[in-house]
């Protein structure tokens, strides 16, 4: 006889109570996997273009810069010469530590991002010393307007006390203790010359690039300041007043 009872009909042919079972059991859900990108195809060229766009950056704020040094060092005009010894290569600003009069202490590299006119000394300062320190003054005031962008420094290479007579013309000047073993490893004399016979000129990016005759006089005072009229020239669209 058969027995027609729903619970133990299986239309698959299966067990009774098969089918509610299946439909008891959690849903079931198969996750497929994301397509993995190459990325080093696709990275690679992305840095390279960021490099490119970097230099391009950096080309374009360097050009006035590497513009103004083309033309006072290499573009000159027939029978110009320069009356200052020009320093190749030149010499950057070495991290020394300094000293102010009133026992501050610093480095060397404070100075940069202004053009510095330099001497260097005891801090006895004879006849040749105070006569630098004057024509360092005379040849800042002599740029006129452009006299801002230049600054007045005085190394002093000893412990020797600077005399009060000098005060009133240092008001204007940066006066540093530096000691002078590591002074001679940055500037140099011409040859036969002292140290403290000669000015020295540093840019603004902090390079020794220019040092003036030894014993500068009245005539010789004329021909640095139209070399410095040139420096400031050539530098006008990237160098500013102001550190």
């Avoid at 600054?151 to 204007?172: F, G, I, K």
């Avoid at 500037?187 to 390079?207: E, K, S």
Wanted: proline share 7%; with cysteine.
């Amino acid at each position: 006889m058969i027995n027609h009872n729903s619970d133990s009909y299986s239309p698959q042919g299966g067990q009774p109570g098969s089918a509610a079972a299946a439909q008891d059991q959690p849903l079931g859900l198969t996750v497929h996997a994301m397509p993995q990108l190459n990325q080093r195809s696709t990275r690679a060229p992305n840095t390279k273009a960021g490099r490119w766009k970097m230099l391009a950056v950096l080309l374009v704020c360097a050009s006035p810069v590497v513009a103004s040094y083309f033309t006072y060092y290499v573009v000159r005009p027939e029978g110009r010469r320069n009356f200052g010894d020009l320093i190749d290569p030149q010499r950057p600003l070495p991290a020394l530590a300094t000293q102010t009069l009133n026992g501050q202490r610093g480095k060397l590299t404070d100075l940069k991002d202004q053009w510095l006119l330099i001497s260097v000394s005891s801090g006895a300062c004879n006849a040749r010393c105070e006569q630098n320190l004057y024509f360092q003054r005379q040849l800042r005031e002599s740029l006129g307007k452009e006299k801002d962008r230049m600054d007045r420094v005085w190394l002093v290479s000893d412990e020797a006390p600077v005399s009060t007579a000098l005060q009133p013309a240092l008001a204007s000047s940066t006066v540093l203790r530096v000691a002078p073993a590591a002074i001679a490893q940055w500037l140099q004399p011409a040859a036969g010359q002292r140290l403290q016979d000669h000015i020295y000129v540093v840019d603004p990016l902090g390079n020794w690039m220019m040092r003036f005759p030894a014993n500068m006089d009245a005539a010789a005072a004329a021909s640095a300041k139209r070399d410095l009229e040139r420096l400031m020239r050539a530098s006008s669209s990237w160098d500013k007043e102001g550190r």
